[in-house]
């Protein structure tokens, strides 16, 4: 009926702009990789990415204010977890489990 | 399985956790479009993009145009552009599996990609690429399950996805072992809470572009190192 060459299309335009934003900055920039304002973006970027990334995967939580509490205590304990043992695995796993513990016992708020 | 196996499972293990029910549920509702759910596993093999595939999911109920499909698509994965930037001098690997991590480097995959940082020999360049293929392999079982059971599932995992949030936490811990500098982080929390608070839909796009543009305006003085200012 068409729509199959439609949703294909789609799927491989999607494709290719995922792929472009991806590959650009090596496509553009690898000749500079060397250059003193790349090595600064290398250097500090990773940090600030990694603190927007936590609030971005708490965005619902932080808007909402729903399961903000759950939210808070489970990272509460990912951090004390990985500060003392060190063990990101063990970190990740207990406050997981914790929030699941949390959210599905507790009444939503 | 050898070592480097075992430990790019153990390093993956909490984006399993985040990809499979992130996939399922985008398969559920992709599988509501009516079409084949093997277009959905197709989804997650070439386009491999969470929100991306889920906006691919509006646009293909509203039979948008492919001209909109790029554009959109282009702006919505926009901060991908930035995690080539900082990974430019440390992606050591070469030819098709060079092409390959860069084709797969959503946000999770950074973010472990990111702390492999230090040190460059062969056996790291093999634990890059493992866990770049494990991560895509979690995700394309997830589109697939979710399009292939439709809404029949019932989640008694609510809350399992916390496992993404929970791996964030971590690697912002770990980043500050390596980076000692607490201005750096206060002002990446400051710049995010700013940006959910301006548009909460557009946050990461918002707060990257602005957190690059200080970075690149500190440049030769950093505003945080009190020895740069000026």
Not at chain 2, 40 to 55: D, E, H, K, N, S
Not at chain 2, 105 to 114: G, H, P, Q, R, V
Not at chain 2, 145 to 168: D, N, R
Request: aromatic share 10%; with cysteine.
């Amino acid at each position: 009926m068409g729509s199959t060459a439609y949703l294909l299309s789609v799927i491989a335009v999607a494709a290719l702009a995922t792929f472009l934003t991806r590959a650009l900055p090596f496509l553009l920039l690898y000749r500079w990789a060397q250059h003193p304002l790349l090595q600064h973006l290398g250097r500090y970027l990773p940090p600030v990415l990694m603190v927007l990334l936590l609030l971005y995967a708490l965005k619902d939580a932080l808007v909402s204010g729903q399961y903000l509490l759950p939210s808070l205590l489970s990272l509460a304990l990912v951090t004390a977890l990985q500060l003392l043992l060190r063990n990101p695995l063990l970190s990740i796993l207990s406050g997981t489990g914790l929030y699941m513990l949390l959210i599905q016992t507790l009444p939503p708020g | 399985m050898t070592e480097p196996d075992r430990s790019a499972f153990r390093l993956s293990l909490p984006v399993l956790f985040g990809y499979i029910p992130l996939g399922i549920a985008f398969g559920v509702l992709f599988s509501e479009l009516g079409y084949h759910w093997l277009y959905a596993t197709l989804m997650g093999v070439v386009i491999y993009a969470g929100a991306g595939q889920f906006l691919a999911v509006g646009l293909l109920a509203n039979h948008a145009g492919l001209v909109e499909v790029f554009v959109a698509t282009l702006l919505l994965n926009a901060r991908h552009m930035v995690y080539g930037l900082s990974l430019l001098s440390t992606l050591s690997l070469r030819g098709p599996r060079r092409w390959y991590l860069i084709y797969a480097l959503t946000d999770e995959t950074y973010s472990l990609l990111s702390m492999l940082q230090a040190g460059c020999d062969r056996s790291r360049t093999r634990l890059q690429f493992k866990l770049a293929l494990l991560n895509h392999l979690y995700w394309v079982i997830g589109c697939t399950l979710g399009a292939w059971l439709g809404g029949q599932i019932g989640f008694s995992t609510a809350g399992i996805e916390f496992a993404l949030p929970a791996l964030f936490m971590v690697l912002t811990l770990e980043q500050y072992r390596a980076v000692r500098r607490p201005g750096v982080f206060i002002l990446a929390l400051a710049i995010g809470l700013l940006a959910l608070l301006i548009s909460a839909d557009n946050m990461l796009l918002l707060s990257i572009g602005m957190a690059v543009s200080l970075l690149i305006m500190a440049k030769g003085g950093a505003p945080w190192d009190r020895r740069r200012i000026f």
